[in-house]
């Protein structure tokens, strides 16, 4: 299932498949987030926004709009 | 020979460069950039290397400030700083991420030492690197394993770089960088190296795979909670205080006798003259006045750094982000903004992490209205004046709940600031945040220890200096004065206490306090009373304002100058003693509660720092922004003042 | 004799407070390995 980064839950697991030509992908590229990396959400800030992401062992935090430009491949099961 | 220490941000990069030079440590800048520059100097066998540590990096491309320093220097076989061998830090819990930068640096050719850090987690994590086959990706690359964090693997490292020191390296070939402005360039070499690093993985990382490796800490549950976080954050910040506040006292009372009884000492001991007065009165108490606010520098600087070792700080940053955002600052700038309650230099030169043009340049501009340490002894000594020692609800000091005010009021207004600065600065791009948030560790007590002596340390030498500088010269602006009115004020004061029949001593106070309304600084006072007498102030608190706009805690400095060099009988009472005795002409009090706390709310607000106001020239490049800081806080600080003034009294 | 020292000492203390001045306010910084990059990410 397709979806926007900032549009998953919570414990979902999903792999990048595509970010955004922006100012911000080198970066991301970079820090380790890429085409192909499975990330798992792994908490909010208190107002929703930024969200915490598992990247290969690490936490990354990022703004929603941030995220929204990470298009991600939902997986069918997730953890609590 | 030079020896550069790189490597992502959260590696133990400063523990490894604890681990090597111990306190054999320097703070300066990089040339040209007010990016700060440690730099270390360790000694193997007779011969001598010096390690500098460059800022903590993802690429060797820059996205800040700070990070531009790398590049520039790496890419400039020129620099003054390029490195005869690179140490590389890499994180071996996070081995991936970290080879990015490691390949990239091994490609610019330089001798290269690979220093896998971190070796507990990693341990902890189930992964295991097989170092040998990690090394025949990177053939001239050395490679030590260490935990810095437990000082584990000193001798092997220091035995490395000597190795490496000594031999001739065959000449490897450069790979050039991409011009810094290239992107696409840029973006085709990581997904190069990324499919490069996954061959290296492949090879020599193998994990035992647990049921998940992701899951949220108990500690970030708490952190992070809707409530409970800014709960959290709000009662360590209060407690943080509350400490300060408390253990310092008794350093900081021990050194402000301690000084009035040496300088008292020393006038008995010292032949009677002029040189001996600016001793007593002039350099002892200057010395003093910059002396005793070390502990609460110490002890500030302490808990800071507390934070950011366990990782706490990162957590405010994530949960503080959003509600900066409406007022045009970054979650990032939760960082400037606290280490401007030490002070506002660093503040300001830690917005070049922040790298979105006006989040940054709006957390420069408040910066400054944060309370820093050098008003504390303003604070200190005003509290102490006012304010009573009681305590309310039985467990709350009054004088430590005013000093949260001020606290307080310090960040509200610099809060309420910046969004009214948001209205007006244009923006140019879209802020991002993007920030790691480093798993939790207990705090390293020794590298605590060198953060805090190193921020005491160019406390005193750097501020020190200029304090010193400014009270040898009030005492001689309040020692000399023009000659003729000098005559006739001590003339007058000596007609009238012969005809008021006044006795000896009450004679030499009066002369004295004419000889110090007719020097230089007692015209300079009388000068600008007009101005602030709306205010509650007199010329003699009018001459410590003019002052201490070279920088604030010179205040207090001025005052017992000034004091000192009015006193008559012998006693070297405290300062306190001799503001709370402190009579205007007709008889009343000068430092009441409204005069106080008008005085208190004048320092909350005004731009009296010329170190800041030259740093935030540097960092903005221009002075309109430093003119326009003196401004806007200039008039806070006045109408502030006022409004206090006539509302207490 | 005293006289001398406290001139000394006050002269000093001035020519100290301008030096500041000047290398805080005034003087160009001859190297400035960031600048090349800041221009062209100011670009």
Redesign the interface.
């Known amino acids: 299932m397709s979806a926007k980064l900032s549009d998953l839950k919570n414990g979902n697991c999903a792999t990048v498949t595509s970010i955004e030509d922006s100012s911000i992908r080198l970066k991301l590229m970079e820090m380790g987030l890429m085409p192909g990396r499975e990330i798992t959400v792994l908490f909010r800030a208190p107002l929703g926004d930024p969200i915490a992401i598992d990247v290969d062992g690490y936490i990354l935090s990022l703004r929603l709009d941030e995220a929204s430009m990470i298009q991600v491949e939902e997986h069918s099961f997730a953890f609590a | 020979m030079k020896i550069a220490l790189l490597g992502n941000p959260n590696t133990g990069k400063s523990s490894v460069f604890n681990l090597v030079t111990g306190l054999r440590q320097q703070v300066g800048n990089f040339p040209g950039v007010t990016v700060e520059k440690k730099t270390g100097t360790l000694q193997i066998e007779g011969n001598t290397y010096t390690l500098i540590d460059f800022p903590g990096t993802y690429s060797l491309y820059p996205r800040s400030k700070d990070e531009q320093v790398v590049y520039s220097v790496l890419s400039d076989n020129e620099a003054e700083d390029y490195p005869d061998l690179v140490i590389v830090v890499v994180d071996q819990s996070n081995l991936e991420r970290n080879l990015f930068l490691f390949s990239q640096i091994y490609d610019l050719g330089l001798p290269t030492l690979m220093v896998l850090n971190m070796t507990d987690l990693a341990m902890r994590n189930g992964i295991a690197v097989d170092v040998d086959q990690l090394n025949t990706f990177f053939p001239s690359a050395q490679i030590v394993s260490t935990n810095a964090r437990v000082g584990m693997g000193k001798e092997r490292l220091m035995m490395a770089i000597a190795d490496m020191a000594n031999a001739t390296l065959e000449k490897r070939n450069p790979i050039p960088l991409c011009p810094v402005d290239d992107v696409s360039c840029q973006e085709q070499e990581a997904e190069a190296r990324y499919t490069f690093i996954k061959q290296i993985i492949t090879a020599s990382l193998s994990k035992v795979e647990k049921e998940k490796k992701a899951s949220v800490s108990k500690l970030d549950r708490l952190f992070v909670h809707p409530v409970l976080g800014y709960i959290i954050f709000a009662a360590i910040l209060f407690i943080v205080f509350q400490f300060i506040f408390a253990f310092a006292a008794v350093p900081m009372d021990f050194i402000d006798s301690g000084f009035a009884e040496f300088g008292n000492w020393l006038s008995d001991s010292l032949p009677t003259g002029v040189f001996s007065d600016l001793i007593c009165q002039g350099i002892i108490p200057g010395i003093g006045g910059v002396l005793v606010f070390v502990p609460q520098i110490a002890l500030l600087f302490f808990f800071i750094s507390i934070l950011e070792e366990t990782g706490y700080l990162s957590r405010v940053v994530f949960i503080m982000d959003r509600l900066m955002r409406p007022l045009g600052l970054n979650g990032k700038s939760v960082v400037p903004l606290m280490s401007s309650v030490a002070c506002a230099i660093p503040g300001v030169m830690a917005t070049r992490t922040i790298a979105d043009w006006k989040e940054r340049m709006i957390t420069i501009l408040v910066a400054p209205l944060m309370s820093c340490s050098a008003r504390i002894p303003v604070y200190t000594l005003l509290i102490a004046l006012v304010i009573p020692k009681t305590t309310i609800l039985g467990i709350f000091n009054v004088q430590g709940l005013v000093l949260f005010g001020l606290y307080s009021l310090g960040l509200v207004s610099a809060l309420l600031v910046a969004a009214l600065i948001k209205l007006i600065i244009k923006s140019r791009d879209k802020g991002f945040l993007m920030l790691e948030l480093p798993s939790f560790k207990s705090p390293r007590w020794g590298n605590i220890g060198i953060t805090v002596w190193e921020k005491v340390k160019v406390f005193i030498l750097d501020a020190g200096k200029v304090i010193l500088a400014i009270s040898i010269l009030l005492w001689a602006l309040a020692t000399y004065g023009p000659s003729e009115s000098m005559r006739n004020n001590i003339a007058k004061a000596k007609n009238e206490s012969k005809e008021l029949n006044l006795t000896k001593e009450e004679t030499n106070q009066r002369i004295a306090s004419a000889k110090m309304e007719s020097s230089y600084i007692g015209h300079l006072g009388h000068f600008i009373e007009p101005v602030i007498r709306p205010l509650g102030y007199d010329w003699k608190i009018g001459i410590s304002l003019i002052t201490s706009f070279a920088a604030r805690e010179v205040f207090v400095g001025s005052l017992s100058t000034i004091y000192a060099v009015n006193e008559t009988d012998d006693v070297n009472k405290r300062l306190i003693d001799k503001m709370r005795a402190e009579r205007r002409a007709d008889g009343t009090k000068v430092y009441t509660l409204a005069a106080g706390a008008s005085l208190m709310v004048f320092y909350v607000f005004a731009m009296q720092c010329m170190a800041t106001l030259a740093i935030v020239k540097r960092e903005t490049n221009s002075w309109k922004w430093p003119l326009i800081q003196i401004g806007f806080m200039g008039a806070l600080a006045y109408f502030g003042a006022m409004i206090t003034f006539y509302t207490l009294s | ?3 001398i ?2 001139i000394l ?2 002269s ?3 020519i ?2 301008a030096l ?2 000047y290398t ?2 005034v003087r160009k ?10 221009k ?2 100011e ?1």
């Open positions: 004799m005293q006289e020292l406290v000492a006050v000093a203390a001035c100290f407070l500041q001045f805080k306010f910084d001859a190297k400035c390995e960031g600048c090349a990059v800041g062209i990410q670009k």
